[in-house]
């Protein structure tokens, strides 16, 4: 789900605020280290432990030691600017594939880091600007871990206890949201449901950054950003004994709001990124954002791969917090979208998209999910790593092809779901044949 939209005039204007169908993050097996309860659950499946057909596709099942960051070496002072110039040959292919597929109303940038010291460019429209939906809560995954790098600057240790062990159920800032989290529960994590965040449901820290990043559940990504901004007002302090009405009124509205947009702006600002080309200043869910003096938020795909450089130089707040984001964005479940093209089974997927769909009353139109005749917002943050280039000699090792994409669409009236799988299997095509 995205971000809360403006309401209008009842029977004027039909608004929904829609996410991918649920997807999961995160290698899985990192259950030890994390806690997370689906990764084990999950693991479980693709070793075989447990009978089911939900085994990952080959490109889903890296080890958390095989994900790295690719930019922290060759690379880690590279910037992606506004000039920086268009490889020619990647720039024309881009063009023509979307010439040739009719996508006129798409903004769109490629990033090739196959060799991170010399990166090719490619981008049409790629500083027009969209509202990011469910992409932006890539930013509170960062001002959560930006937050925990404050308070333990030196070691990791204490940064990973307090995601494990800080435990917080959902209240009114969770409500409400439409889509579904793995819930997992049992002695010995056997039980699984897939539903909506209920009141009383209890997460981890670290299970509620990956129910936001991972299955982009709105509920989640209030509770997590809401947990963030009370790190920031709290200090040392955090966690609270008690989550309760009390607390939350020792801190007027304005507060709030200023904590809360500060949490989602300072990994951007101290990255060196622009703020005005990526943000966001509303809460996910509707009752969070009574809380604050909510606003819109823009994306452009020329700043969202500028994040996504950061995040690959071990620049998006440290090179810990980096790898943390990279995992949590790692998709581990049936792939939608632009994760579905078939081309990109094999490779390994990190991918965080958003949608949005509004629709205004038209003679004969009927409005339907995903196909909005006034706003139908698709958006997709990407990476693409594939299985190694074969042919590899002492001369010139084996290497994977990296490549970066931000995609952002409005096309109307009609689902642009396998638009973009079609967009994925041919910008990919393009990158294999350099």
């Known amino acids: ?17 829609l996410a991918p169908r649920p997807v999961a993050a995160y290698p899985t097996d990192e259950y030890a280290r994390t806690g997370i309860r689906r990764l084990q ?7 075989g432990v447990r009978k089911s057909s939900r085994k990952l596709a080959p490109g889903a099942r890296l080890t958390h030691d095989q994900i790295q960051l690719r930019m922290t070496a060759a690379g880690r002072d590279f910037e992606l600017t506004e000039e920086t110039p268009k490889d020619p040959a990647l720039q024309k292919g881009l063009e023509e594939i979307l010439k040739r597929n009719l996508f ?4 769109v940038a490629v990033l ?17 600007k969209q509202t ?8 509170v995954g960062a001002g959560m871990l930006r937050l925990l790098q404050e308070r333990f600057p030196d070691d990791v240790g204490p940064r990973e206890a307090m995601l494990k062990d800080v435990r917080v159920a959902a209240d009114d800032w969770a409500m409400f949201d439409s889509h579904e989290v793995p819930v997992v529960t049992g002695p010995k994590l056997e039980n699984v449901a897939l539903r909506k965040v ?31 901004m009370l790190m920031r007002l709290m200090g040392a302090e955090y966690p609270p004994p008690t989550w309760d009405d009390a607390l939350f009124k020792r801190w007027d509205r304005q507060a709030m709001t200023e904590a809360s947009f500060d949490v989602v702006e300072r990994p951007a600002r101290e990255a060196g990124l622009n703020l005005e080309a990526f943000n966001v200043y509303m809460y996910f869910t509707t009752h969070a954002n009574r809380y604050i003096h909510a606003k819109s938020s823009v994306a452009t795909p020329l700043a969202i791969i500028q994040w996504l450089v950061r995040m690959e130089q071990g620049r998006m707040v440290d090179p810990w917090s980096s ?69 590899a000699t002492a001369e010139a090792p084996a290497k994977k092809h990296v490549y970066l994409v931000a995609v952002m669409s409005n ?13 994925a299997s041919e910008i990919h095509k393009l990158i294999l044949a350099r």
């Open 132 to 139: 990011p939906g469910s992409v932006a809560k890539v930013l």
């Open 411 to 423: 096309e109307l009236k009609r689902n642009a779901a396998a638009d973009h799988g079609k967009l």
């Open 41 to 47: 659950w999950q693991f479980e499946i693709d070793t």
């Open 323 to 391: 790898l943390e984001l990279k995992k949590m964005i790692y998709l581990t479940r049936r792939r939608v979208r632009y994760a579905a093209a078939p081309e990109l089974a094999d490779a390994a997927v990190f991918f965080k998209s958003g949608s949005l769909f509004q629709c205004k009353p038209e003679e004969g139109f009927t409005c339907v999910q995903y196909e909005g005749n006034e706003v139908n917002v698709l958006n997709a943050l990407v990476e693409v790593e594939t299985p190694e280039i074969p042919g």
């Open 104 to 107: 006129k109303r798409y903004n």
């Open 198 to 228: 209920k009141t009383g449901d209890t997460f981890t820290l670290w299970e509620w950054m990956d129910h936001a990043l991972s299955a982009s559940n709105n509920s989640a990504a209030a509770m997590l950003w809401r947990e963030a």
């Open 112 to 128: 090739d880091i196959t060799d991170p010291a010399t990166p090719r460019f490619a981008a049409v429209h790629e500083n027009d």
């Open 1 to 17: 789900m995205n971000l809360a939209w403006p309401s209008r005039l009842a029977g004027v204007v039909l608004v929904a605020l």
